[in-house]
């Protein structure tokens, strides 16, 4: 049994999206997506417990021997995104139960379960696969159903969001097709490790440059790195509220994850900070997205548009970690996925409890909520202090490892570390804004306004708590991320 | 570049331009449907570009081939690689999904405004926007 974890990861949620779709009974697809998710969040931290003990848990499918047949391939750092992944998976579907109920039309919920639970094991099966076209097929099981999660949002834009979407999404999966096509065509290989081994020796044919760069700019786009951000905002924006908090917390740390999986586990660190100087191109798009973006948050009046902003400015982070080019780097990019997962997470539920009560998260809606939604309040300002970077959180921990990076490389590189506590400053502003207008104005909605329903506020706090916990006690999660940092830094083969 | 070097590759000029095309519909279109068709010849490139590459000249299908009673299969025989082909039947299947997808949230765009011109669409936009 323990053998087949790999493939049970995505079995699992994908065996269980057709049984919802096929289910008439709204709450019966729902309790089967939850059933289904924390199935897959235990064999995730399985798994992790697999690879922790006894390292890589390589998997092949109907028993062909990779580089022929399709190999699952669990390391340290694959094992810790599944984990990422997983538990937000987890903690989303029973918070969707009663948020659904509210944002989207009956008859429509138990699709909606089938395309989360697609969604989910998309996320999986990009994380999990050693296998470069497997890759490919994932993304866009992925992607189809982000495109029909996020148009189920009440507003009509929605609509206009989740195409450009599509758009914009599908470009970047057909680029990343033409890189893995032309990857082929000089190694032969599709197998991740195989892959590995044999691009050193065409290292200098400029056709793998070129896949190198239609990878780059595929994955960019679907990671929605400054200036490929576009399709973000709204599309967080617009989607219901359970969406934007499962996909604002698990699609973007996927595609950082295939960035750092194709770049630097299948080219080598060493072809893409030395040959392709990807450092250098990565950190001033990197400290622009950071900047820009929290300057462009600071000025939203939709606090959900406001956080979309906000995440495509800490996609920024990550990013300018793997620019470091160094372990201590790249474990801020590793530590930052977790933690940006819990902290959005928190926030985007937050927000939707709002929406479940008042109908709006336009920031004069909020106005006074602090008295009428304590709880749900109080999470979004332990969220909000989490994204700004204050001690006894997660978000703490991520600054800390960066701006380390930064102190580490020295010289110019200090300007860096100044930035990033420059930019904390810029988040401290917009998480201001809305807890000024939540604490210190006053409400003028409907009297009867309450506290949202515990199915909702629970799952929320769970992510408060961790971000809380996770803030204080980072040594196993700092220690993880240290030793898949490494594993990525030395190359797949070892 | 010769023109030998030119002609000798000339799948790849196929597949640039179609891709180039697709490409240019897909950005300067403002219409829905024709973005559509735009991404559709764009990934039609694609496709192209790994079938060309698998095709070896002169070779057979991948099929075996025997010595017509049954017997083992003849060696030496020259076929094309089977493997890109198969991948790009995935690709097409992946293809057809997104343009179905595609094409039913221009349906739903169309029901929920009236058009299916992005900036009739943004002027709609602009002017509930405005009046909030």
């Keep these: 049994m323990t053998a087949q974890l790999p493939i049970l990861q995505i079995i699992v949620p994908l065996l269980a999206a057709p049984i919802c779709a096929v289910l008439r009974h709204g709450r019966a697809a729902a309790w089967l997506a939850v059933l289904a998710s924390w199935s897959a969040l235990a064999i995730a931290l399985a798994l992790l417990g697999q690879v922790m003990a006894g390292g890589v848990v390589s998997y092949h499918i109907g028993d062909w021997v990779p580089p022929i047949g399709i190999e699952y391939r669990v390391d340290i750092v694959n094992a810790w995104v599944l984990v990422i992944v997983a538990s937000m998976g987890a903690v989303v579907a029973p918070y969707s139960v009663k948020s659904v109920e509210h944002e989207i039309a009956s008859r429509r919920i138990p699709l909606f379960y089938a395309a989360y639970l697609l969604c989910l094991s998309g996320l999986l099966g990009i994380t999990i696969t050693g296998d470069m076209f497997n890759v490919f097929v994932f993304l866009e099981i992925s992607s189809l159903s982000a495109y029909a999660l996020i148009s189920l949002g009440r507003p009509r834009r929605a609509l206009t969001a989740a195409y450009r979407y599509l758009i914009m999404g599908s470009v970047g999966a057909t680029f990343i097709v033409i890189g893995i096509g032309l990857l082929y065509v000089m190694t032969g290989s599709l197998n991740m490790a195989d892959l590995a081994e044999l691009l050193p020796g065409v290292w200098d044919s400029r056709t793998v440059k070129v896949a190198y760069g239609f990878l780059g700019v595929g994955v960019c786009l679907k990671l929605a790195l400054f200036p490929l951000h576009l399709w973000l905002p709204n599309a967080y924006a617009f989607a219901p509220s359970p969406v934007t908090a499962f996909m604002a917390s698990t699609a973007t740390k996927v595609a950082v994850y295939m960035l750092l999986r194709f770049f630097l586990s299948i080219f080598g660190a060493a072809f893409s900070f030395d040959v392709m100087a990807l450092d250098r191109v990565l950190l001033p798009l990197a400290l622009v997205a950071v900047v820009s973006m929290s300057l462009v948050a600071i000025f939203q009046v939709d606090v959900k548009r406001l956080l979309a902003y906000s995440s495509v400015a800490q996609i920024g982070y990550m990013i300018l970690g793997l620019s470091f080019a160094s372990v201590t780097g790249l474990t801020a990019t590793l530590l930052h996925l977790f933690n940006h997962a819990l902290m959005k997470g928190a926030l985007f539920m937050a927000l939707g409890c709002v929406v479940y009560r008042i109908g709006s998260v336009h920031i004069d809606a909020m106005a006074g909520l602090g008295k009428r939604m304590p709880w749900t309040m109080a999470a979004f300002v332990v969220g909000g202090l989490s994204l700004v970077g204050v001690p006894l959180t997660v978000g703490f921990i991520s600054k800390w490892y960066l701006i380390l990076g930064a102190l580490e490389k020295g010289g110019p590189w200090t300007a860096v570390a100044v930035l990033v506590l420059a930019t904390s400053v810029m988040a401290l502003v917009y998480v201001w804004r809305v807890v000024e207008a939540a604490y210190l104005r006053e409400f003028s909605g409907d009297e009867t306004t309450g506290e949202a329903p515990l199915s909702l506020l629970a799952p929320t706090w769970v992510l408060v708590a961790a971000n809380l916990y996770f803030g204080i006690d980072a040594v196993r999660t700092a220690g993880v991320a240290r030793q898949a940092a490494e594993v990525l830094m030395a190359g797949i083969g070892s | ?132």
């Excluded at chain 2, 936009?125 to 909030?132: D, F, I, K």
């Design chain 2, 1 to 132: 570049m010769s023109l030998d070097f030119f002609v000798s590759h000339y799948n790849y000029w196929v597949v640039i331009f179609l891709m180039m095309v697709g490409f240019y519909i897909l950005i300067s279109r403002g219409n829905l449907i024709k973005k559509i068709v735009g991404l559709n010849v764009f990934q039609t490139s694609v496709f192209m570009l790994y079938i060309s590459m698998g095709k070896i000249t002169g070779g057979t299908p991948p099929i075996l081939v025997g010595d017509g009673h049954g017997g083992e299969a003849v060696e030496h025989v020259v076929y094309s690689n089977p493997l890109p082909h198969v991948l790009i039947l995935t690709a097409i299947v992946v293809g057809i999904a997104t343009t179905s997808v595609g094409l039913a949230l221009a349906v739903r765009i169309k029901e929920a405004y009236g058009t299916l011109e992005e900036d009739e669409i943004n002027r709609i936009e602009a002017l509930v926007e405005a009046s909030e």
